[in-house]
């Protein structure tokens, strides 16, 4: 995956001089006037790339699906009058051919596309030749691979100015955010493919244009390269997704309120003292390992004694109890529901695969 040819942001047709790199604009192009407007007020705020989704993948049908080809036009307009670099969605080859012969400088991808292999190579197919930047969102589902499939098809036709958006993903409870942000696939994407860029897309993540700055926070201090925010000069008004945008006055705040650190100290002291407290984590990564493995014996001894004795593997209350009490337990030391959740469920399951070994042995 390390030699796949994916140029940095510095060789897309923009100055990246400034980081983060933004893209915004309006979820949808409404009207020749408020494509303007929303362009206008972008420029204003300093933001060289301005989107505006021209094609719309909606839940339901019966809501607005986009004004279609005719917003191309308007799109060219804002090259002409602002300058600014234009992006829209495509979600098949012929947006893909309209967009291009329009002239729209940057395309991307949309979650409910990139989880459809075909539907992808539909796309990688009608951009062969053309090396043009191509933004590829996150599956709806929280599928790495999936993800990884997508960039790899474009990458397999000749594209090389790649990068992926982090939109979130979609889940049936009801969380804080719109959509689950699942921190750590992003992560794991940013290690399988580090020469790919990120954007944040906190307007999907949250939904909700009063979270739209802790969001866009946390995504700088996991040092994402770029946002992707949604901007309307009335966002009341807006025909799709009203909740989430903001006007370009109040992006332009957000990002000035955006505190960027260093990806790296380069200052010896600050490395010196990095540098010890990670190896007080070696240690205790290296210590919880131990205790797990010790946890495990116990477990597989209990294995052994069940199947002896023809007990099940599965003990439901004792689970239940355990879970209750760790909870509790975690809880008071500061850590969230979520974190005990996950880190017994994956003990508990771990345990359940060993005695199963026992039991078929
Ligand atoms: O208590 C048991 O019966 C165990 O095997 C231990 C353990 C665990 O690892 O905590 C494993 C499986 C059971 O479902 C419940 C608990």
Known sequence: MKDMDIKPLSSWPIDVSTRPLVIAGPCSAETEEQVMDAARGIKAAGIPI?????????????????????????????????GLITATEVANARHVELALGAGVDILWIGARTTVNPFAVQEIADALRGHDIPVLVKNPINPDLELWMGAIERLHAVGLTRLAAIHRGFSTYQKLKYRNDPQWQIPIELKRRMPQLPIFCDPSHITGDRDLLDEVAQKSMDL???????ESHCKPEEAWSDAKQ??????????????????????????????GELRHLIDDFDQKLLEL?????????????????????VLQNKRWGSILEKSMENGKK????????NSLFKAIHQESINQQEEIMNS
């Not at 994402?224 to 925010?229: A, R």
């Not at 797990?292 to 099940?312: D, F, P």
Request: cysteine-free; hydrophobic content about 40%.
């Open 50 to 82: 301005f989107r505006a989704g021209i094609w719309k993948p909606r839940t339901r049908p019966n809501s607005f699906e986009g004004i279609g080809a005719k917003g191309l036009i308007w799109l060219q307009k804002v090259k002409e009058e602002t």
């Open 223 to 229: 040092n994402y390269e770029g946002l992707i925010i």
């Open 245 to 274: 945008q903001l006007t370009p006055v109040a992006l332009k705040e957000l990002l000035a309120n955006l505190v960027l650190r260093d990806p790296e100290a380069g200052n010896e002291l600050v490395d010196n003292t990095l």
């Open 292 to 312: 797990l493995e010790n946890r495990m014996q116990v477990a597989k001894t209990i294995g052994h004694y069940k199947k002896e004795n023809n007990i099940t």
């Open 333 to 340: 030391k500061g850590f969230s529901e979520q974190f005990i």
